[in-house]
């Protein structure tokens, strides 16, 4: 049980780290075309 958990944090994690690409401007934002929006990260 302890390893299943372990495994589906691992999958979980993974998922938002690549969740989509593109490069970033000086400000640490970018425009994602696929959904026409523009954000920013930390």
Request: charged content about 20%; some cysteine; glycine content about 10%.
């Amino acid at each position: 049980m302890k390893r299943l958990v372990i495994a589906l944090l691992c999958i979980a994690f993974s998922a938002t780290a690549f969740a989509h690409s593109g490069g970033l401007n000086k400000d640490g934002c970018h425009h994602n075309r696929k959904t026409g929006d523009y954000h920013c990260h930390r």
